[in-house]
């Protein structure tokens, strides 16, 4: 089930006269400013405002207008935009809005003023992916009652210059938000490993992106081992049987960058032995959206086709269940990268997923061009408590910082309404995880929950690079690899409520959007 058919019917138009629409959307901090062919707007929106004075502020209202053959306007207003801690997410929250009360009005048909804003970048851009949120369907829900699968009849984009391009950049942006929805919010028996795996399968059906699926366990046991460990309780049950998936797309012409992405994909967290207790477990379906993007950026990748850019990309879906064969606290295990690693806390399975694949992806790295290395996860709870629950945070070793990687993607980030905080490795995430004793080299984690731990977001990037062998690709290696370490256990979204899709636009106008397309369909 391909992610691009479930994007709405896009219409796009320069007539905001047009019939086809049965309302008309308007994001904006004031009217006064409106485009020339929108000026007939003007007056509706304000008399009323003067009116009413909430809808100059934050409430979303509609207004009769008899100029309209819908006869109404939906006006959003964004509030103010130039304080200092104002953004561009201004209009894609007013979007968001702006679409569910023209759904409430009764629209099927609204059409949505796509327009630019002098205060920043991308206003059109990041105004129409917040309405698209809004017009987003589980996939449960369009499984089981078809009839309801789309919200819309049709969307109408009012956009006045350049729209081809633009409408093909939101459509691939929003065909990838839509995967990543459908597996990261999806319940842990809808997108347990196996069909997880089928559905990448169908998605990527017919693409030009490469999917290779292991799931033989004795082949996983010889080539994840930490990995495998996670899954031990899990592995007599055939619907939670684990799943590395791996991706690739290659980008017409020369290859210049070489992207290499490992997503955590546990499927359903229970924090295994060291269990989620007093209703902390709620929830832990979402612990797979570190998955869920890597599979939602290619499916953006598939449908916009970036020239000179290779991805490689892996899925981790394992499921940390309970039971006798679960593994425990004390355990000493052997990472692919030859690394003991002591267990002190199964709950800290995210990392344990990643770093024998993140070990796979640094052996392949020698043979790529321009190799940049990224986990993705939604690993902890402390980057929350640091940054709020709506900022990615990415944690880089020594040549991404030197190559300028985090700081291109939080200039994407705050440029496409994505953002990113950008956090340090210290000496002191890495002494924390040496080992303790002779027994072992690496200390997975401590007993207590990252939100109680001093630096408990950043420390996992020190394990990651410790227990794959990374550690020997540093700034003082002849043969540097940068390597970033992205949680995004806020920024994935909340719960309840729907995933965002987070950071698939950042990485995408870091790495792709500013090349040439394919002019292969």
Do not use: W
Request: hydrophobic letters at 40%; glycine letters at 8%; a neutral charge.
């Amino acid at each position: 089930m391909a992610g691009r058919g479930l994007l709405p019917k896009l219409v796009v138009t320069t007539n905001i006269n047009d019939p086809q629409f049965d309302g008309v959307i308007i994001v904006r901090d004031t009217a006064e400013d409106l485009p020339a062919s929108l000026k007939p707007l003007q007056e509706p929106i304000s008399a009323y405002t003067k009116l009413d004075n909430a809808a100059g502020k934050n409430e979303v209202v509609v207004i009769p207008a008899s100029t309209l053959p819908s006869g109404r306007i939906i006006y959003a207003p964004t509030g103010p935009l130039t304080r200092d801690y104002d953004d561009v997410r201004r209009f894609q929250d007013a979007a968001n809005k702006g679409v569910k009360r023209a759904l409430s009005a009764g629209c099927r048909s609204p059409l949505l003023a796509v327009l630019g804003h002098k205060q920043f970048t991308l206003t059109a851009r990041v105004t129409a992916l917040g309405a698209f949120h809004a017009l987003y369907t589980p996939i449960e829900v369009r499984e089981a009652k078809p009839d309801k699968a789309s919200k819309v009849e049709k969307l109408g984009l009012f956009i006045e210059s350049d729209s081809e391009n633009e409408v093909a950049i939101l459509s691939a942006l929003e065909s990838g938000r839509i995967v990543y929805r459908d597996i990261g919010g999806s319940d842990p028996e809808r997108m347990a490993a196996p069909a997880v795996a089928e559905y990448v399968q169908n998605i990527f059906k017919d693409t030009c992106i490469k999917v290779d699926i292991i799931s033989d366990l004795s082949n996983l046991e010889k080539e994840f081992p930490l990995l495998v460990a996670v899954n031990r309780a899990a592995k007599s049950v055939a619907r939670h049987a684990p799943r590395v998936i791996f991706l690739e797309y290659v980008g017409e012409g020369p290859i210049d960058t070489t992207l290499m992405l490992v997503g955590k994909g546990i499927t359903y967290d229970t924090g295994g032995a060291d269990i989620k207790h007093g209703g902390a477990m709620v929830g832990m379906h979402r612990d797979k959206c570190g998955a869920a993007f890597v599979a939602g950026f290619f499916q953006f990748l598939s449908v916009y086709r970036p020239k000179g850019l290779k991805v490689i990309g892996s899925m981790s879906m394992v499921r940390n269940s309970i039971g006798s064969e679960a593994y425990v606290s004390d355990e000493l295990i052997v990472s692919r990268a030859g690394v003991r690693v002591r267990i002190g806390n199964t709950d800290a399975e995210g990392r344990m997923v990643m770093a024998d694949v993140l070990c796979r992806m640094k052996e392949k790295a020698a043979d790529e061009v321009n190799p940049i290395l990224f986990t993705i996860a939604t690993l902890t709870g402390h980057v929350i408590r640091a940054y709020g629950p709506e900022y990615t945070a990415i944690v880089s070793n020594g040549p991404a910082r030197k190559s300028g990687v985090p700081q291109k993607l939080y200039d994407a980030g705050d440029m496409s309404g994505d953002p990113f905080e950008i956090s340090t490795l210290r000496r002191e995430d890495f002494e924390f995880h040496k080992g303790k004793s002779e027994y072992e080299d690496v200390i997975q984690s401590n007993s207590q929950p990252s939100s109680m731990t001093s630096r408990g977001h950043q420390s996992p990037a020190a394990f990651l690079i410790m227990a794959s062998g990374l550690d020997k690709h540093g700034g003082d290696s002849d043969k540097p690899l940068p390597y970033s370490h992205v949680d995004i256990a806020g920024s994935s979204g909340p719960f309840p409520g729907i995933p965002t899709g987070s950071p698939i636009v950042a990485m995408a106008h870091a790495f792709a959007l500013k090349r040439e397309r394919s002019s292969t369909n």
